[in-house]
């Protein structure tokens, strides 16, 4: 499973398209920097870690098994 730390995030979107099952996509809600975060769409996650090493911001993408 993957989680996403809503305020480190800062919506550049490449781990939405790394991701090879899809399963992550744009919040429709602001973050506190007022941008759309990523957020993970609750299904699907094969914790391959893809989105975790294509993330530039530290702390803001997270895998567990």
């Known amino acids: ?3 996403v730390n809503k305020d480190n995030c800062k ?3 490449r781990c ?3 991701c090879p ?4 996509e744009f919040d429709t809600d602001l ?5 759309k975060a990523v957020k993970y769409t609750g299904e699907g ?4 870690g893809i989105c975790f090493y294509n993330c530039p911001e530290p702390y803001a993408v ?4």
């Open 21 to 24: 099952k899809k399963c992550l």
């Open 45 to 48: 996650c094969i914790s391959c």
């Open 1 to 3: 499973m993957v989680q």
């Open 62 to 65: 997270k895998v567990e098994k």
């Open 31 to 35: 973050n506190r920097s007022g941008i």
């Open 11 to 13: 919506g550049c979107g």
């Open 16 to 18: 939405i398209v790394a």
